[in-house]
């Protein structure tokens, strides 16, 4: 199977060159048992450890529907940080907004990011960005020199960051995690930062 044959992730553009996919000899998937050269190497909460599912058992929704799991493990929601996760007892997830338990959101956009979008990996708990409850896109990990190559064109996300974590983003970056979202209906940017 070749790059070109793989599925296209909306939320996760970039997951192939970004590292969210290891590209591999063949391998079996443990999910469809097909061959694969791309195994995920992001984020996956579920009771089971899984690991080398393929990029089409995430796709589709087989890997989140056989083990019950989702890939993301917060996300920007009605001022909050939506988290689901499975509860064995009632055969179903619970949702929780921050910590209150809230009834089930049924919204297409949002499932495709929780059960059909690869994660990131990120050095304290990932949380995918939104605005508005609009996902962002996740487009790539920064370093301090690929920050400053796009201050200007970041403008607005790094003083939003800045602000949000309190933090100077001048230069400092190298014991921070930096994370850029894209908005898909406009140029606009959010950066995620955490630190070791």
Known sequence: M?????????????????GIFERV??????????????IYAGPFYSIEDV????P????NGTAATKYKGVFQAAVEYNGGLLSITYDDQNEDFMYFL???????????ELDELLFRTPGYVSWQESQWLS???ELYAFIEYLDSQKLGDMREQLGDAIVQAEAKYGISL?????DAGIYLFKSLRDDKYKLHVDFT
């Open 56 to 59: 089409w058992c995430i796709h």
């Open 131 to 133: 605005k508005d409850n």
């Open 170 to 174: 001048d230069g400092s970056a190298e």
């Open 98 to 108: 921050d910590y209150e338990e809230i009834p089930k959101i049924n919204d297409k």
């Open 2 to 18: 070749s790059k070109d044959k793989v599925p296209f992730f909306r939320l996760q553009p970039n997951a192939y060159d970004n």
């Open 25 to 38: 000899s063949m391998k079996i998937c443990p999910i469809c048992k097909q061959e694969t050269e791309y």
């Open 51 to 54: 690991h080398e599912m393929c």
